[in-house]
């Protein structure tokens, strides 16, 4: 079974707007972390934000913020005020410590930020 | 944070020849890993580098196509053997510290074309 699921293949957003991105996650560790990465066409990868399995709260970093909903095992990322660099892929991303240090990866969004 | 230098930032080789990778860490760090991007897709995790013992490798990728080297704490090297146009991809060295950040971060990668 994948451990991350991102089904939305691409996404488009207008300059200014907010866009939220999904992210559905499988464990049944109790122990997990859930990472968003940003990936411009250059190639790296971006670290954005991270939220624990047990954090009471939703995370946020600037415009980034994670909408974490346990029971549904969902993590979307939302960005708010799109700006054009913006424009990049977008990889969801689970770590079980329990279970060992690696770090699963959904297939990632593509979003693009219209002027 | 930790600054991950990888080089060459991109290749062109011949089939049949051999490239090798190689990933700087600015600080001392736990874990390292390799990872692959081939096109359009996911991060596939290849191995995780460990220091002064042979690498540990996921399920279907092998020391033979993907040895590893990690002589020291802060370097590692990935060398891609005998390449043939599947193993056009993007190769990405990751790194992050037990009991640190959480979160891994990511070399610029590199990107390999077979041709």
Known sequence: AQKITQTQPGMFVQEKEA???DCTYDTSDPSYGLFWYKQPSSGEMIFLIYQGSYDQQNATEGRYSLNFQKARKSANLVISASQLGDSAMYFCAMREPNTGNQFYFGTGTSL???P | ???ISQKPSRDICQRGTSLTIQCQVDSQVTM???YRQQPGQSLTLI???NQGSEATYESGFVIDKFPISRPNLTFSTLTVSN???EDSSIYLCSARRTGGKPEAF??????LTVV
Do not use: C, D, E
Request: glycine share 8%.
């Open chain 2, 32 to 34: 390292m890993f390799w």
């Open chain 2, 1 to 3: 944070s930790a600054v």
């Open chain 2, 106 to 111: 990511f070399g610029q990668g590199t990107r």
């Open chain 2, 83 to 85: 390449m043939s146009p």
């Open chain 2, 47 to 49: 191995a995780t580098a």
């Open chain 1, 19 to 21: 866009v939220t991105l």
């Open chain 1, 112 to 114: 693009t930020v219209i």
